[in-house]
């Protein structure tokens, strides 16, 4: 074996170790990184040749967690792992974004990453290494490959920046973004924040880039060390100079015009589809790679020529100005048997979003092999064919689907109330029935309005606004687009997607697929988000102003009831009688659990008698016998010194023979039956928890009555 080892300095005692040369040998490429006990390991494997016919990268990243690096057994009958779960997806998500720019265009071999978490550290976040981990197996490959990048994490966590931080000081930050880039510029930014101002956003992505361009150099050094300087040859495309340039010539100038008309996305395509047919209509009979190529050739005309209207002539294939954002309009409550719901159209995208309010019971169980427990907040974002008059198969959420979703609910959960003043499960599902352009942004909006219809108490409205930026090969020249269509996405420089509330930045996903992105175009595109943002928020509030007072008529209602730890068992019951008792009986749903020595138990129903009703039982169990008090009581039992008398459920007490009544008995024959209703009064609990009870200090004295 030869193992080489490059170490990273973290700054602050901590190091990220770069192995290579050990594990897996037949992949091109593959490293081990290890940061205290947490290690991935990274391969790459890319083919020699391309497949006929394809013009991209075909390009994969899984990222898998394996249970046992967490000393766990996987759940569920199979008992292994299985497909990814939703956060390895967003997980491959966040290095694909990162890696995809940074391979040449004209690479088009089948390429497969894939990074697995083999031993787990519980304070260390192994997501901000993966990135790096599948840049280093690419750099110790002779893949082509335009890197190195790193991808790492950067929080405020006590007003000051850290990079990586524990899970301990996660828990605390007031932002939190994963940042990757290369050694010159940043390429992709995801995360969270508090309602931070756009500064403070800038300042936490300078910070993380100067630990990036760090990791960058160490995997420079590594491939030197490794011999691997010199990347494989490969010659993936046909082409046809001659007939580029006829392309080019003799059709420019008519998409340059159909692109200024700013006509409709539907009536703008037929006719740039019609420039095309016709060109290659005279042809004549031609093979398959010239009209690959000739459909090739005339995309890059499209691409050229919308992006030079918008820099030589600010105009926008629609016809708007580069800061205006898209006619909008809402509703609130389309559907009324929903608990809650909202429409939000904006242009050509619109998302028709419910609200769901549930019990304890409803919780998502998160099982994977580093993150495991319950989830209360759901968003499930849907995108149909039909969204863009496709016919597509329904085969649930991809990772398009997942990620989109992943960033309308980190932006919302941002406002919702805290634990004590939400009891609910709160699913959200955002359904697009249109989109061009920025359906996640829309998600985002019409998620905020369903939220406020359902009358759960955010705390501040969101909305969102997806940026773009288009320009000039020689970078001297540039414009930013606010809320970009989806040609625009396509055919731009950069997606930079922004949420927040009328106080600050919630959320944040930005890909660049350009170098050279300056801090000050960065900080331009951030203003302008932010008056496209507080646009949007004005039109919102055009439809809905203030949460409502309450929930909807049918909404399931909960409540909270807090007992001594003690009572726990009682509310139960063995083998769980008591409270399935309780349950079949009333109607309600009812969770209990202990939380800082006490016992929360949340009642759940649809109507208010059976939420009383279990409350009422519930609070009789767990009620302290007060000495004083005097209660009506049961006879449960009779002894010769007394009587047990259930004063609360659950709660019997001793009426001694001698509290019976001021005259005295010498035997208990005779004076009750078990079943009868006594008054008594609570005198004293002893020790033990024994109740004495009286029945005589309640009755008139002998002389009294006389």
């Known amino acids: 074996m030869n193992v080489i080892k490059k170490v990273i300095d973290l700054g602050d005692g901590r190091t990220i170790e770069i192995e290579t040369g050990k594990l897996a040998k037949q992949a091109d490429g593959s490293v081990v990184i290890k940061m205290g006990d947490t290690m991935l390991l990274a391969t790459v494997v890319s083919s020699k040749e391309a497949k006929e016919g394809v013009d991209f990268l075909p390009l994969s990243v899984d990222y898998q967690e394996k249970y046992a690096a967490t000393g766990r057994i996987p759940g569920g009958f199979l008992r292994r792992e ?329 932006s919302l959960k941002r406002v919702l109330p805290v634990d004590d003043s939400n009891p609910y499960t709160i699913r959200i599902v955002s359904d697009i029935l249109e989109s061009n352009g920025s359906s996640s942004m829309a998600t985002v909006c019409a998620g905020t309005l369903a939220l406020m219809d359902a009358g759960i108490k955010i705390t501040n409205p969101v909305s969102g606004i997806a940026m773009g930026l288009i320009t000039n090969e020689m970078g001297t020249k540039y414009a930013i687009l606010s809320d970009i269509l989806g040609d625009e996405d396509h055919l731009g420089d950069m997606d930079f997607k922004v949420t927040g509330t009328k106080n600050g930045i919630v959320a944040v996903q930005m890909d660049l697929k350009i170098n050279g992105l300056s801090y000050e175009v960065l900080s331009n595109a951030l203003n302008q988000a932010k008056d496209g943002r507080l646009h949007i928020l004005g039109e919102m509030a055009k439809t809905i102003t203030e949460v409502r007072e309450d929930y909807k008529p049918h909404a399931p209602r909960i409540i909270t009831i807090k007992i001594d ?59 302290r016998p007060e000495v004083g008090e005097i209660y009506e009581g049961k006879v449960k039992s009779i002894m010769p010194f007394g009587a047990f008398i259930e004063i609360m459920p659950g709660k019997d007490g001793l009426l001694h023979i001698s509290e019976i009544d001021h005259k005295r008995f010498e035997t208990m024959d005779g004076i009750f039956q078990v079943g009868d209703e006594v008054r008594v009064k609570l005198l004293d609990v002893d020790k033990q928890g024994k109740l004495k009870l009286s029945r005589k200090v309640l009755l008139p004295k002998p002389d009294a009555a006389q």
């Open 565 to 623: 730890k003690e009572y726990i068992g009682a509310v139960i019951g063995p083998g769980g009688k008591i409270i399935q008792e309780m349950q079949r009986e009333t109607g309600a749903t009812i969770s209990i659990e202990e939380v800082d020595n006490q016992g929360i138990v949340q009642i759940f129903a649809d109507n208010k008698a059976a939420i009383d009703a279990a409350a009422t039982r519930i609070r009789n169990i767990a009620a």
């Open 82 to 410: 299985a497909r990814l779960s939703d956060y390895e997806v967003l997980i491959s998500r966040l290095v694909d974004r990162a890696l995809r720019p940074m391979f040449p265009e004209d690479y088009h071999a089948d390429t497969q990453i894939m990074i697995s978490l083999i031993s787990a550290d519980k304070d260390i976040m192994p997501d901000c290494l993966a990135g790096l981990a599948a840049s280093a197996a690419l750099s110790v490959s002779d893949i082509p490959f335009n890197g190195p990048i790193s991808e790492v994490r950067v929080a405020k966590v006590d007003g000051q920046l850290v990079i990586n931080p524990t899970v301990t000081q996660l828990a605390k930050a007031t932002l939190e973004f994963i940042v990757a880039g290369n050694e010159h510029d940043i390429n992709m930014v995801e995360g969270e924040s508090a309602e931070i101002q756009e500064e403070e956003l800038v300042e936490a992505i300078k910070f993380a880039h100067t630990a990036i361009k760090i990791q960058c150099l160490a995997q420079k050094e590594l491939t030197i060390e490794v011999g691997k300087t010199e990347k494989r040859t490969y010659s993936h495309e046909h082409s046809n100079e001659e007939l580029q340039k006829a392309i080019y010539a003799a059709t420019y100038d008519k998409v340059y015009a159909i692109a200024g008309e700013a006509s409709g996305k539907d009536e703008r395509s037929a006719k740039f589809k019609a420039v095309r047919d016709e060109y290659i209509a005279t042809l004549g009979e031609i093979d398959d790679i010239t009209k690959f190529l000739a459909k090739k050739y005339y995309h890059d005309v499209e691409y050229d020529a919308i992006r030079n209207l918008v820099l030589d002539e600010g105009k926008r294939l629609d016809g708007r100005k580069t800061t205006e954002v898209r006619p909008i309009w809402s509703e609130v409550g389309y559907l009324p048997a929903a608990h809650g719901s909202a429409v939000f159209t904006r242009g050509e995208t619109q998302a028709l979003t419910t609200v769901t309010l549930g019990a304890k019971d409803a919780e998502q169980m998160i099982d994977g092999a580093f993150i495991n427990g319950y989830q209360k907040f759901l968003l499930h974002y849907n995108f149909p064919g039909f969204s863009t008059g496709e016919v597509r198969p329904n085969r649930g959420a991809g990772r398009r689907e997942i990620g989109h979703g992943n960033l309308a609910m980190r």
